[in-house]
């Protein structure tokens, strides 16, 4: 029996691989992400948040109930924002630009989050 893919699990799964590229890309070039989004550091932080998120990205692709995974990764964009957030203040002005930036796309996918979490909550 082939299962048609809904919408939502269509959303699911591509917010799972955006959060394994993401992962990936936070685990092995930890320096060069941080100074796209205007963290500064030795990149360890950096490096925890795509570890965090390649095991979201896995645990949604993975789950056969997405919600609680998706829901996470909501909790990690308001940690991802909350470390960002004093980029914008920064004395330097192309580094609130690059935070900026980041606090806006952040925003941004996590509105998605938001949407594809409640979505696969309700189909449960």
Known sequence: MV???TRSSKLANFLGWFSIALGLAELFAPRRVGRMVGVEGDGSLVQAYGLRELLGGVGI????Q????????????????????PGLYNIRRNRQLASGLAV???AAIALLDIYGAAQAQGQR
């Open 3 to 5: 299962m048609k893919e």
């Open 61 to 64: 692709l993975a789950a056969r």
């Open 66 to 85: 997405k919600a609680p995974w998706l829901w996470a990764r909501v909790a990690g964009d308001v940690l991802d924002m909350a470390t960002l957030a």
């Open 104 to 106: 806006a796309a952040v």
